[in-house]
């Protein structure tokens, strides 16, 4: 375990805070680090810069991530869990609410790589954009809302004919019903890499709390090849407790 200081925070909307800290870790994309804050326990985060995390305020202990300030001490277990490929001429990105988060460190890197990189955005409304200015650094940028509120109006599957299919993959994040459409639909184009979220104890692949079809998202992932996929993709989790439950 490391222990970081923080060195920048931005408030990118309310309720999304990015974090940076002292140390580099030498994460790559679709990586996580595993978070430990006194009296809270740990909860694994994506980064979304090499040295930063950006963390959506949904419960206990993101509250208490996202109050960090410059200065504070931070425990950080990893980097863990396997990456994404980056190679190809040309991608696509595809992400939904937090889910952005690391799909902006996916962009930096294929951006040094010289790929050209469209991203297709999904939030609820506009005050839920966020990174929109950090994705358009590195290539066109899709926004799809809810309401209507900023891009076209609709779920991010409506941007999904805007674009051509001469891609030479696609990397997605986000939530799992939104993954399982864009893989119906771009996965018979392309090489399609998606990055899962489960309920993670020890996030090294010692618990099996993070069991999917077989396959430990902490450890086997979090980013799978849409192939390896099993039927419990786009449809069940488990709950803290193991329970298996529909998503
Ligand atoms: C591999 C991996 C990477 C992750 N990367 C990030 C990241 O980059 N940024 C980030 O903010 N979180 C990330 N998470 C989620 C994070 O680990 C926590 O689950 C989340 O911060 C909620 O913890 P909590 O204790 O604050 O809330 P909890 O009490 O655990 O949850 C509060 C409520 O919010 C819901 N909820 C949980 N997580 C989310 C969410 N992310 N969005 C919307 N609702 C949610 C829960 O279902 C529950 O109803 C990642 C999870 C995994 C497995
Ligand atoms: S979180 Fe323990 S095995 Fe994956």
Not at 145 to 170: A, P, Q, R, W, Y
Not at 203 to 217: A, F, H, K, N, R
Request: charged share 20%; hydrophobic share 35%.
């Amino acid at each position: 375990m490391i222990d970081a200081r923080i060195t920048k925070v931005i408030q990118e909307i309310p309720k999304v805070t990015t974090l940076f800290f002292d140390t580099d870790l030498g994460a790559k994309p679709g990586q996580f680090g595993m978070f430990w804050l006194p009296g809270e326990g740990q909860r694994p985060m994506s980064f979304s810069y090499g040295n930063a995390i950006t963390v959506k305020n949904v419960g206990p202990f993101s509250a208490k991530l996202s109050a960090l300030r410059p200065g504070d001490m931070i425990s950080i277990e990893g980097p863990y869990g396997n990456s994404f490929d980056i190679s190809g001429s040309s991608v696509v990105l595809i992400g939904g609410g937090f889910g952005i988060a690391p799909l902006r460190f996916v962009a930096q890197e294929c951006y040094k790589e010289n790929i050209a990189i469209t991203s297709l955005l999904g939030f609820k409304s506009l005050e839920d954009v966020f990174f929109e200015k950090e994705l358009s650094k590195y290539g066109d940028v899709y926004i799809a809302t809810e309401d209507g509120s900023c891009g076209e109006k609709g779920m991010i599957t409506c941007l999904f004919n805007t674009v051509k299919h001469e891609f030479d993959k696609g990397y997605c994040c986000g939530p799992e019903r939104m993954m399982a459409a864009a893989m119906e639909h771009f996965g018979k184009h392309m090489p399609l890499q998606l990055s899962l979220e489960r309920y993670m104890k020890c996030g090294m692949g010692l618990c099996g709390s993070c069991e999917v079809d077989g396959l430990l998202v902490c450890k086997d992932g979090p980013v799978f090849y849409q192939e390896q996929l099993g039927p419990s993709f786009g449809k069940f989790k488990r709950d803290k407790t193991g329970r298996k439950i529909p998503i």
